[in-house]
């Protein structure tokens, strides 16, 4: 593989890091407020997956969507802002962590109700054929959202009106504190597509090459044939479901979350480029520096950035 | 002027807007080849085709999201709910993201949707298929909602939602789609938010729409042989609400009763009638009257559903009481 | 326990009122909502009522003496409570007009065993149930609500209320004698609050020197044009009489505008706008709606409007900017086969015109005896600022123009 491809996945997924981590920082320090999930750990699966798209192609998310937004090329400085409620944030400080969106880079968001953005997203890839467009969207939801009626319903409409959708469970096992094997009957989610007539499968989500493979596959075949396919990807996150919910302790044992650290997508990947000798350790150090002064910068953006004035309270309500 | 049903208009204003923008596509439960549940949708698969038509599963939440996606990218998606009954199952596609996408994302992503279908009290339908359903909407900041009540107001208002930018539920009537009016030859809109005086009168005003507008224009007709003069204010847009209208109104009569199909507690008769106590206290020689339908679901039996919903007598108390006669 | 009778405040203007009578003596007997006296305020007289039971143990105002708001008047105990703390508290002689005591001194006064004594005056001693508009209505009129009585709910002082009380003072106002039909209502204070704004109508009158001067006019001109004009098909609003009359006079008002004017504080207002005030008889009194910019009206106009006035005053659905603000008003009582008669002027206008009835009469034109429609009409006028002569000549315009009525199509 492109050795330029292979730096930048290990990049953006850094970023991706370093951002959460820099946030779950500043959450403590109560500069941000309200709810702040986090994908860390879950890095492969958006990164292998948006690496695929061309610019005018879409991304819909649900609200662990950071790393969506950022691998879709938002600037952190201003996802920094967003989540410090700021009015040079992404959504002018009216969203918050739930709901990034950033138009120029046809990211949709960002929805906080579990599901919510299966239909949308289905919605733009009717948008893409009505207009006659090679474009694909990508749709990305937890195994939580699989238990919601919009996910059959919207599944069944790409199936039946051939939308060039993508539907990427990014399974982390746990509906919030409620594991895969007591919400889902089958817990094999990518097996579901076969129930609408689509292709599914499953990926390591931890792999972000493998990741990137299948979403080349699956993009391809929804530009040039309009099937729209349901891929599973594995995966975990390391922390809580939300800040609120730190230590992950009444639902998982410490062992298992150790076990899955193991496979970090980061360090799997930079394992896999310095055996290679793709990129050198000081390139690696060199690498992480520049992104922790990002995000640095990101902060003091984001600390000097205005509230939003208090005409924004009714702004933006209608068009 | 033609005189055509309130049908006919809005088939006219469905047609009228998907000519002038390609943009514009119905989809809905049955809008294509059983063309359209209640006909509203008549002869424009056949004009218009399977894409810009587009029959769905039923799947309320579903396809309204799709709307909302479509409209999110440029689209104006036009979504025909059967009956707005069923919009209850897509109520958080249009509540958690239709109404806020604009606010949440900023002013970003506009969501110019239309959705619309039949709505209200019908006839014997008993209660999941016959209720007012307004008050499930204009509650929520970031909606339209319209209640058109004539031929005429059903194109026009119609016209101007599909070119609004933001979402708009456009609630019609069963009882009504058969009812004539004359509706203006030449191409014409109605703005959203402008109310109207449906009947002038001097001494008492009487706020409705739908259904309730049409039994408050007998009964003026009625009142007027007693001598007493009344003036009916249809607000057509419930959301966002012509206020000075309504308030000019109720300053010139000093009496206002509030007509409501649907349940009276919590619903908009209290809302209008706090709105006139706020804008024309001073003006008010009664308390404002609530003249609203049962606090119960729709029942079935003939005479427990007339009791249900005010009748021309039940209207008549009201505004006497209103007047103090 | 000792109840504090107090002059009660009725109103945000009142800062004193005048004890008229005492209707239970010392030693009376009194409970909770008895009247005790009769007090009258700026605007009205009103009863003060008990808000306590016991005995009247002390008077403490003469009647016709002049009492701050919130002064001590009487206190009501049981015949064995010492009240002497309450009654030396209270001024010993208060001088008619004597500024008003803050309630706080009052209080400071009061022994601290007296902080148990409910306040002097509760909310709901001047309290009248009436609605915002009627309330409004009251406000802008400047009368007291608490002489009304409310016809809607619970007592509930309406519009139609307080537009019939307006009435009955715009009858007294224009001095016409209007039969009177049967009341909705007949009460004996009613009668006693006539009686006081009688009495104070003649002091408010007295200033007002009034002199009349009477024309007698041939109207057979002008009942052609109303003939002639009332045949006209397309004129939907027939003409009356005295639509012509309102529509000359403004035009007579226009040539004479020193007659247009009236008498205020040492100055002459002349009015530039002619707004014509016509009484009209209503049930249970009269009022007086304006049409405005008569002068520049047309006949046809002037008929619309009256006809419009007129029927919404008789339906009592007149607004307060619908009888106010007039110039100069007219009152026709023509019909009731009234020949002649004068009117009181409104304290607002200089003058008035009376109408009589038309009547057909022998009269001598050119050496002949001939029958013509005669009717007279009698000026009254303020001879502060109007005299004699001016007011002669002003009554001789208006039958020259009535004799030559075509002019008003011009």
Redesign the interface.
Known sequence: MDKKVMVDLLYQMLLIRRFEEKAAEMYAQGKIGGFLHLGVGMEASCVGAISVLRPDDYVIAGYREHGHCLVRGSDPRLAMAELFGRMDGLSKGKGGSMHFFDKERNFLGGTGIVGGQLPIGTGVGFAINYRGGDQVCLCFFGDGSVAQGVFHESLNMAALWKLPVLYICENNLYAMGTALSRTQSVTDIYKKAEAYGMPGEQVDGMDVLAVREAVTRAVERARREKIPTLIETRTYRFRGHSMRDPAAALYRTREEVEEWKKSDPIVQLWDRMSRDGTVSDAEYKEMDKEISQVMEEAVRFAEASPEPPLEELLTDVHV | MAIITYREALNQALREEMRRDPRVFLIGEEVGVYQGAYKVSQNLLEEFGPKRVVDTPISEAGFVGVGIGAAMVGLRPVVEMMTFNFAIVALDQIVNHAAKILYMSGGQFRVPMVIRGPGGPAVQLAAQHSQGMESYFYHVPGLKVVRPSTPRDAKGLLKSAIRDDNPVIFIESETLYGTKGEVPDDEYTIPLGVAEVKREGTDVTVIGWMGMLHRALEVAQDLEKEGISVEVVDPRTLRPMDTSTILESVKKTHHAVVLEAGAGFAGLGAEIATLITEGAFDYLDSPVVRVTGANAPMPYAKNLERAKVPDKARIIAGIKQALAV | MPFQVIMPKLSDAMVEGRVLQWLKKEGDRVQGGDVLASIETDKAEIELEAFGSGVLRRVLADEGQMVPVGQLIAVIAEPDEDITGLVSAAPAAPAAGAPAAPKVEAKAAAPAAHAAIPPAAPPEAGWVPA??????MAREAGIDLAQIKG???GE?I???DVEAYLATQAQRLAGAEVPVGEREFEDKELSTIRKTIAARMVQSKAPIPHFTVTVEVDMGAALELRKSLNAIEANVEKLSVNDIIIKATALALQRHPAVNARYSNGQVRLFKRVHMGVAVAIEDGLIVPVIRDCDRKSLGEIAREARGLID?AR?R?LRPEEYSGGTFAISNLGMFDVVEFTAVIDPAHGAILAVGAIEEKPVVMNGQVVVRQRMRLTGAFDHRIIDGAMGAKFLQELKKILENAVQLLL
């Open positions: 609605s915002p508009i009627a309330r409004r016809s809607g709910p509930r309406l519009e139609r919404r339906a659905k």
